[in-house]
């Protein structure tokens, strides 16, 4: 009997901010307790200092992580509107 592949959990961490070597420890730590439990941890929008933080300390070949989106590639926030002129043609 085939095991079944184990569900993958996303965990966004885009609103991280100020990721830190305890932050690293914590992720390990939450990767550890999914594979437990038949899970897998898929970490979305890392920003470029948490990939690099975790390549150092060596769990990045542990920690499923992707990288953040550009910028161009972001929406903007919700109730942000460009500024312009009043005088100004609407686009």
């Not at 830190?20 to 730590?29: G, M």
């Amino acid at each position: 009997m085939a095991t079944p592949a184990p569900r993958t959990i996303v965990c966004d961490l885009s609103a991280l901010a100020g990721a830190d070597v305890e932050t690293v420890d914590l992720l390990a730590r939450l990767q550890l307790a999914a594979q437990r439990q038949g899970r897998m941890l898929l970490f979305v929008h890392a920003s470029p200092a948490l990939r690099e933080l975790i390549a150092f300390c060596g769990l990045d070949a542990v920690l499923r992580v992707e990288p953040g989106r550009e910028a161009e590639q972001r929406e903007d926030p919700l109730g942000v509107e460009e500024e312009r002129q009043l005088d100004d043609p609407a686009a």
